[in-house]
């Protein structure tokens, strides 16, 4: 039976498919505005593009696409401080798209823009314009595969479109993600990183707050390309984001004011542990500049070659003498490869609409560069495209004008994103989910297993279970998801049979119990539109414990275990005190078709409980016996993270080699900084039996 639970922390919903772009309401609009960037209202910047608040958020409110967003956040997208609203509720529903996840288990280094690409990836925004023609007809038959970005009903005429522009239909990937917000492809698109062998992995770093279907892309594309994907704690934009091969990594300051909530050592341990970041040159954040995007005023050409802005004399006096403090600044700059850089200053034109021009918002891919050039600069053409031709002479200069779209925050390189060269396959096991939102403080406090009861919960046909590192973990149901009853179970998980086809009641009419660990209360009623009853879950305040005789949270221990009973422990995973798991109520898999549960013995060790089989014809998969296709399925008893698994990852390990070798890769951040929580002991699995016998239906193993 699929039972939603009623938690202080809900968790997600199926997931939901179709419709068309989100897009914002009708109604009078400003002909101008003041854009203010984030964090700073006391820099306006004058913009022709018209901008406003929706006045509802609702679906019936976003039919039809007013304007195009730009590359900023508009001032009433700015999250409002402990304020959550329909975005948050989305992205909590879906942590299958959002939630938090462990870096990589192996060293990595950072995608170079002028590396070798395979790919190129875009979202026009319906048909396509004028702007991305010009993009479109630069790289054709220059790169093997271009992936562009459509929703229902778009596919066919985009194709026709596209073909006609000189594409191979061969190299032509059109992807229906479902829903999108906007065409910046390069800040909400997926970062790569490159392992020691070459394979290539994607980064998914938080995109804006009202952006929620553009932030799911990156998740999306890695699903459907067969690729590991990894979602950070931090909101970051590609736009901001220029590096080399070697671990040399350059950004404006906006990475550390989009983030105030974390620490610059913690960010920077993020960005060496996902993207392989070694060495952080960060630039101040110009004034007038809504993005706050480095793209916006600097190009890194190849290891040793930046071109970087520069405004003539009596204009912008203020961005101007920021910029040649950072040219300074980049003089100094030893790359982790040993080199120094040389700088080449271009044109930045100016004019009295405040508008952003740049010509270092270019993209570079294989033997071409495309250039922004704009009508009313024509005189600051030629030196523009000089300075590409000093900085790389073997490069293919196209230039296409961004009249259209510069007011709305950037050119060629913000509405693309590349893929470099390599395997896009996947290198390691999917990681493990360190927490269910997208900010992985939301779970602080929570865990074990972010405020989930011992026994899970149901939400439609999602599964979340405590998972073998200590946070939720969620997997989509086959067929369904529903409370087991047997006595070797009594939680919910993935099923198939009777189950699936009609509920019974989990509990009787009033009654009420406490979860395994002590941690919950419940109480029976009916949560869902099934006629069945059942156990409607909530935690208890902290220092508080359920007493099973009341139901109740209350200040007391849990009482001692009855002595005639005891739960059947396999013996050969105890030796001394060494614990055989990390989270006591976490669920491994024990072998391809069964589950074991952590426990904690009489001596207080952490242990492992008997194999618990799934259903038949049920594999286990990250510690829940669920149905998947055999090159999914675990290979050998104890794989996919299972106990005692050889690839359970070490995120605590320094990869002094790696770093010695230019991967740039040093993990702090991990299992071992987790906390434990206190072992109840095998009194949980004895009070079960004990109240199994008085008839009151409890749940044995979980969190």
């Given at each position: 039976?699929?039972?939603?639970?009623?938690?202080?922390?809900?968790?997600?919903?199926?997931?939901?498919?179709?419709?068309?772009?989100?897009?914002y309401?009708?109604?009078?609009?400003?002909?101008?505005?003041?854009?203010?960037?984030?964090?700073?209202?006391?820099?306006?910047?004058?913009?022709?593009?018209?901008?406003?608040?929706?006045?509802?958020?609702?679906?019936?409110?976003?039919?039809?696409?007013?304007?195009?967003?730009?590359?900023?956040?508009?001032?009433?997208?700015?999250?409002?401080p402990?304020?959550?609203?329909?975005?948050d509720?989305?992205?909590e529903?879906?942590?299958?798209l959002?939630?938090?996840?462990?870096?990589?288990?192996?060293?990595?280094?950072?995608?170079?823009?002028?590396?070798?690409?395979?790919?190129?990836?875009?979202?026009?925004?319906?048909?396509?314009?004028?702007?991305?023609?010009?993009?479109?007809?630069?790289?054709?038959?220059?790169?093997?595969?271009?992936?562009?970005f459509?929703?229902?009903?778009?596919?066919?005429?985009?194709?026709?479109?596209?073909?006609?522009?000189?594409?191979?239909?061969?190299?032509?990937?059109?992807?229906n993600?479902?829903?999108?917000?906007s065409?910046?492809?390069?800040?909400?698109?997926?970062?790569?990183?490159?392992?020691?062998?070459?394979?290539?992995?994607?980064?998914?770093?938080?995109?804006?707050?009202?952006?929620?279907?553009?932030?799911?892309?990156?998740?999306?594309?890695?699903?459907?390309?067969?690729?590991?994907?990894?979602?950070?704690?931090?909101?970051?934009?590609?736009?901001?984001?220029?590096?080399?091969?070697?671990?040399?990594?350059?950004?404006?300051?906006?990475?550390?004011?989009?983030?105030?909530?974390?620490?610059?050592?913690?960010?920077?341990?993020?960005?060496?542990?996902?993207?392989?970041?070694?060495?952080?040159?960060?630039?101040?954040?110009?004034?007038?500049?809504?993005?706050?995007?480095?793209?916006?005023?600097?190009?890194?050409?190849?290891?040793?070659?930046?071109?970087?802005?520069?405004?003539?004399?009596?204009?912008?006096?203020?961005?101007?003498k920021?910029?040649?403090?950072?040219?300074?600044?980049?003089?100094?700059?030893?790359?982790?490869?040993?080199?120094?850089?040389k700088?080449?200053?271009?044109?930045?034109?100016?004019?009295?609409?405040?508008?952003?021009?740049?010509?270092?918002?270019?993209?570079i891919?294989?033997?071409v560069v495309?250039?922004?050039?704009?009508?009313?600069?024509?005189?600051?053409?030629?030196?523009?495209?000089?300075?590409?031709?000093?900085?790389?002479?073997?490069?293919?200069?196209?230039?296409?004008?961004?009249?259209?779209?510069?007011?709305?925050?950037?050119?060629?390189?913000?509405?693309?994103?590349?893929?470099?060269?390599?395997?896009?396959?996947?290198?390691?096991?999917?990681p493990?989910?360190?927490?269910?939102?997208?900010e992985?403080?939301?779970?602080?406090?929570?865990?074990?297993?972010?405020?989930?009861?011992?026994?899970?919960?149901?939400?439609?046909?999602?599964?979340?279970?405590?998972?073998?590192?200590?946070?939720?973990h969620?997997?989509?149901?086959?067929?369904?998801?529903?409370?087991?009853?047997?006595?070797?179970k009594?939680?919910?998980?993935?099923?198939?049979?009777?189950?699936?086809?009609?509920?019974?009641?989990?509990?009787?009419?009033?009654?009420?119990?406490?979860?395994?660990?002590?941690?919950?209360?419940w109480?029976c009623?009916?949560?869902?539109?099934?006629?069945?009853?059942?156990?409607?879950?909530?935690?208890?305040?902290?220092?508080?414990?359920?007493?099973?005789?009341?139901?109740?949270?209350?200040?007391?221990?849990?009482?001692?275990?009855?002595?005639?009973?005891?739960?059947?422990?396999?013996?050969?995973?105890?030796?001394?005190?060494?614990?055989?798991?990390?989270?006591?109520?976490?669920?491994?898999?024990?072998?391809?078709?069964?589950?074991?549960?952590?426990?904690?013995?009489?001596?207080?060790?952490?242990?492992?409980?008997?194999?618990?089989?799934?259903?038949?014809?049920?594999?286990?998969?990250?510690?829940?016996?669920?149905?998947?296709?055999?090159?999914?399925?675990?290979?050998?008893?104890?794989?996919?993270?299972?106990?005692?698994?050889?690839?359970?990852?070490?995120?605590?390990?320094?990869?002094?080699?790696?770093?010695?070798?230019?991967?740039?890769?040093?993990?702090?951040?991990?299992?071992?900084?987790?906390?434990?929580?206190?072992?109840?002991?095998?009194?949980?699995?004895?009070?079960?039996l004990?109240?199994k016998?008085?008839?009151?239906?409890?749940?044995?193993?979980?969190?």
């Amino acid at each position: 039976m699929s039972s939603k639970l009623v938690l202080a922390a809900a968790l997600v919903a199926s997931f939901q498919t179709g419709c068309d772009n989100l897009s914002y309401p009708p109604g009078p609009l400003p002909s101008t505005h003041q854009q203010s960037p984030l964090f700073d209202p006391a820099r306006p910047m004058p913009h022709p593009a018209p901008g406003a608040p929706p006045s509802s958020a609702s679906e019936a409110d976003m039919a039809l696409p007013e304007y195009t967003l730009p590359a900023w956040e508009e001032p009433w997208e700015l999250a409002r401080p402990g304020k959550a609203d329909q975005h948050d509720d989305y992205r909590e529903e879906h942590p299958e798209l959002y939630s938090v996840t462990a870096p990589p288990v192996v060293p990595v280094r950072p995608l170079a823009e002028y590396e070798p690409s395979q790919a190129v990836m875009m979202r026009p925004s319906g048909s396509i314009g004028s702007f991305h023609r010009g993009i479109i007809e630069g790289l054709a038959g220059r790169v093997d595969r271009l992936v562009v970005f459509h929703t229902p009903g778009q596919a066919e005429d985009m194709k026709d479109e596209i073909l006609d522009l000189g594409v191979d239909e061969a190299a032509l990937e059109m992807l229906n993600v479902e829903k999108t917000d906007s065409i910046w492809t390069r800040d909400y698109g997926p970062i790569s990183h490159v392992t020691q062998d070459g394979s290539i992995g994607f980064v998914d770093f938080r995109y804006y707050k009202n952006r929620m279907y553009d932030d799911a892309i990156p998740t999306k594309l890695a699903n459907a390309w067969g690729t590991n994907v990894f979602r950070v704690s931090m909101s970051y934009e590609g736009g901001n984001f220029m590096a080399d091969p070697h671990g040399t990594c350059y950004m404006t300051e906006k990475i550390y004011k989009q983030n105030a909530g974390h620490d610059k050592e913690q960010i920077d341990s993020w960005m060496a542990q996902y993207l392989g970041c070694s060495q952080m040159v960060v630039a101040p954040w110009p004034k007038g500049l809504g993005t706050g995007h480095i793209d916006m005023f600097a190009k890194l050409m190849n290891d040793g070659t930046v071109l970087l802005g520069n405004y003539a004399d009596g204009v912008q006096s203020e961005n101007g003498k920021m910029l040649n403090d950072f040219a300074d600044k980049l003089a100094s700059v030893v790359t982790e490869s040993g080199k120094s850089l040389k700088i080449i200053r271009l044109p930045l034109p100016w004019d009295e609409t405040g508008v952003w021009y740049t010509y270092t918002n270019s993209l570079i891919v294989n033997d071409v560069v495309l250039v922004p050039v704009f009508s009313s600069f024509e005189d600051m053409e030629d030196e523009a495209i000089a300075a590409y031709e000093n900085a790389r002479p073997d490069l293919d200069i196209v230039t296409v004008n961004a009249d259209g779209i510069i007011p709305s925050g950037g050119a060629m390189h913000c509405v693309t994103m590349t893929v470099p060269d390599g395997p896009v396959e996947k290198y390691q096991d999917d990681p493990p989910q360190l927490c269910k939102y997208n900010e992985i403080s939301k779970c602080e406090g929570l865990s074990p297993c972010g405020g989930l009861p011992f026994e899970g919960e149901c939400d439609g046909d999602l599964l979340s279970y405590c998972g073998a590192d200590g946070y939720p973990h969620a997997q989509s149901c086959p067929e369904c998801c529903a409370f087991n009853p047997a006595p070797d179970k009594v939680w919910y998980e993935c099923t198939n049979g009777p189950l699936c086809t009609s509920c019974a009641d989990e509990c009787a009419a009033g009654e009420t119990g406490c979860s395994a660990l002590f941690s919950h209360t419940w109480a029976c009623g009916k949560t869902d539109a099934d006629p069945c009853l059942e156990r409607a879950y909530a935690p208890c305040a902290a220092g508080l414990a359920c007493n099973p005789e009341s139901g109740t949270c209350e200040p007391q221990s849990a009482p001692d275990p009855a002595p005639e009973s005891s739960p059947e422990i396999d013996s050969d995973v105890r030796s001394g005190c060494d614990a055989a798991c990390s989270f006591q109520g976490s669920r491994v898999c024990a072998s391809e078709d069964s589950v074991a549960v952590c426990l904690a013995d009489d001596a207080g060790c952490l242990t492992l409980s008997a194999p618990i089989p799934c259903e038949p014809g049920m594999v286990c998969f990250d510690g829940a016996c669920s149905r998947f296709p055999p090159e999914l399925a675990p290979d050998a008893p104890g794989s996919d993270l299972g106990p005692g698994a050889d690839s359970w990852p070490d995120y605590i390990s320094d990869y002094d080699e790696a770093e010695a070798s230019g991967a740039g890769c040093s993990c702090s951040v991990g299992l071992s900084s987790m906390k434990t929580p206190s072992p109840l002991g095998l009194l949980l699995y004895l009070i079960i039996l004990v109240l199994k016998r008085e008839g009151r239906r409890t749940q044995v193993c979980g969190s």
